[in-house]
């Protein structure tokens, strides 16, 4: 890599990947457990999605790095702190509500920035962009349905996504907080990540209200997995995914 | 649309219509969008650019690999192959024969692709496929998701057949 800009374009697109990578891990778990045989085939549709876009950003990511390492070798041979994913994504997938939540929040962000990212002066960056964002954009309809469904559904519906809404919002200060990497790309590259933040409390407080919950209050906000601090779960979650390349290192079939 | 560089292109473009998509048979590679670009270099070699139609498409290896096997046959020893995302791809690209051909094949095609203004539309609003067996438009969207990532599920209740959609995008 040549200077701090090639270095934080870098870290940028792990970031990317890794956000995509280890959702979409998760929600392959889901594979053959969804609660419908309709929403089993979508969770995994979206997961192939989002392992998809994680691809192309990896490989990007690679290229940027100059060290020869493809998207598999970034996926299977890093460990969890040098994982640059946000702690929101890897969090285990609890019942189907706080799934679809935990992607609700996810997806009305996700949507915005690839919106901004594919209009960026970086033609790879906004190309792979372009594509995630017509995904990204039945992601958010798919979980902003269910968030409709649910929390306007039973009591029972209704009072297991307001919890999961509750556990899961101080997980939210991630997808805007600000570091070097993001002053460095700013503007030309990037969006500013707290740029993002009205346009999403529109979308979120939207649905949140017209799914009849309650949107939680601000209050403490977890942080640190641009800088590799994780929860104890990525660790088991990268366990599973990394045992095959790691056991059998370049195996074909 | 599909660029044709040199007087070669057309028989390069012959080759690769021969190869069917793996997961929508009915057509094939070069009439779904996936070849962007085929061009006969001085040297002899093909290149031959390709786009995802999406980002996780499974076929793509597959379709890779086919595009080489189907040019080393026909004499095109060397072959280079590259992605390319820009333009994304889009169902806007499929012709109206190739939209007729999924109809027979008992996928209904897809509607014009446009981007809806809200991100999360009121559940009314979803667009009724007409039945591919049938034509009635007393079809209910069932999930946006279905058998491949392109792919959505109906229901006819006019027919009473369930039925899948090649999703607009």
């Given amino acids: 890599m040549r200077d701090s800009q090639e270095e934080a374009l870098f870290e940028y697109l792990l970031r990317l990947g890794d956000d995509r990578l280890v959702l979409g891990h998760r929600l392959s778990e889901w594979c053959g457990h969804g609660p419908i045989l309709e929403e089993d085939i979508a969770l995994a549709n979206v997961a192939l999605d989002l392992i998809g876009q994680a691809t192309h950003f990896l490989q990007l990511a690679g290229q940027v790095e100059g060290q020869g390492r493809d998207e598999d070798a970034l996926a299977y041979f890093r460990d969890a702190i040098d994982y640059r994913n946000i702690n929101l994504v890897e969090l285990p997938n609890g019942d189907f509500g706080r799934t679809i939540v935990r992607q609700f929040l996810f997806d009305a962000w996700s949507v915005l920035l690839l919106d901004r990212l594919q209009r960026a002066a970086h033609t790879r960056l906004a190309g792979v962009a372009a594509k995630a964002y017509k995904e990204a954009r039945y992601h958010v309809r798919h979980s902003g349905e269910w968030v409709l469904r649910l929390g306007d559904g039973t009591d029972e519906s209704h009072r297991r996504v307001q919890t999961a809404l509750d556990e899961l919002w101080p997980y939210t200060g991630e997808l805007f907080a600000a570091d070097e990497v993001d002053r460095l790309l700013a503007g030309a590259v990037a969006p500013e990540p707290a740029a993002l933040e009205p346009a999403w409390r529109e979308v979120v407080s939207d649905v949140v209200r017209r799914a009849t919950l309650t949107l939680p209050a601000d209050g403490y906000m977890h942080s640190g997995g641009r800088h590799g601090r994780h929860t104890e779960h990525l660790g088991h979650l990268l366990a599973e995914m990394q045992i095959l390349a790691r056991s059998h290192p370049g195996a074909k079939w | ?169």
């Fill in chain 2, 1 to 169: 649309m599909v660029s044709r560089a040199g007087a070669e292109a057309d028989a390069l473009f012959e080759v690769l219509r021969g190869i069917p998509d793996p997961e929508v048979p009915a057509l094939d590679i070069v009439e779904l969008g996936i070849v962007r670009r085929v061009e006969l270099r001085p040297d002899g070699a093909v290149a031959v650019e390709v786009t995802p139609t999406y980002s996780g498409c499974p076929a793509m290896h597959v379709i890779e690999q086919e595009i080489v096997a189907a040019l080393n046959a026909n004499g095109y020893d060397r072959v280079e192959l590259r992605t390319v995302y820009s333009p994304a791809w889009t169902t806007d690209w499929l012709s109206d024969a190739a939209k007729a051909k999924l109809k027979a094949y008992g996928i209904a095609p897809p509607d014009h692709a446009v981007v809806e203004q809200a991100l999360v539309p009121l559940l009314s609003s979803v667009r009724r496929a007409p039945c591919p067996y049938c034509s009635s438009s007393n079809t209910e969207r069932k999930s946006e998701f279905g058998s491949t990532a392109c792919k959505a599920i109906h229901y006819c209740h006019h027919c009473h057949q369930p039925f899948e959609e090649f999703k607009a995008i």
